[in-house]
């Protein structure tokens, strides 16, 4: 089992940058593929970024290709999400989730075994 909390959250203005980060607890961190969903008031929660099962892979949303980058340190049981060139779109509550167990699907949060309690990011125009 593993514990999630985000940080790093905040509001910026539309073009600004922030990066999130995701702490986990417990000796087992790196065994669990990381991903980060968002949800924005009135819509369901959508898949933002995630790593593959190995981790050697990274996935990302159309709507922040080229503009959101997934990392992790598994050293320090951490996951970041470096955001750049934020647009008042972006705007939601962002969260981190770990997946036990390969061969889900990482877009569908159905495959998240385990969820932070997220990070509100507000970007103005």
């Known amino acids: 089992q593993v514990q999630l909390v985000e940080s790093g959250g905040g509001l910026v203005q539309a073009g600004d940058s922030l990066r999130l980060s995701c702490a986990g607890s417990?000796?087992?961190?790196?065994?669990?593929?990381m991903g980060w969903f968002r949800q924005a008031p009135g819509k369901e929660r959508e898949f933002v970024a995630a790593?593959?099962?190995?981790?050697?892979?990274?996935y990302y949303a159309d709507s922040v290709k080229g503009r959101f980058t997934i990392s992790r340190d598994n050293a320090k049981n951490t996951v970041y999400l470096e955001m750049n060139s934020l647009k008042p779109e972006d705007t939601a509550v962002y969260y981190c989730?770990?997946?036990?167990?390969?061969?889900?699907?990482?877009?569908?949060?159905?495959?998240?075994?385990?969820w932070g309690q997220g990070t509100q990011v507000t970007v103005s125009s």
């Open positions: 989730a770990a997946r036990a167990v390969s061969g889900r699907p990482y877009i569908s949060s159905s495959s998240y075994d385990y």
């Open positions: 790593f593959s099962w190995s981790g050697g892979s990274t």
């Open positions: 417990g000796r087992t961190f790196s065994s669990y593929a």
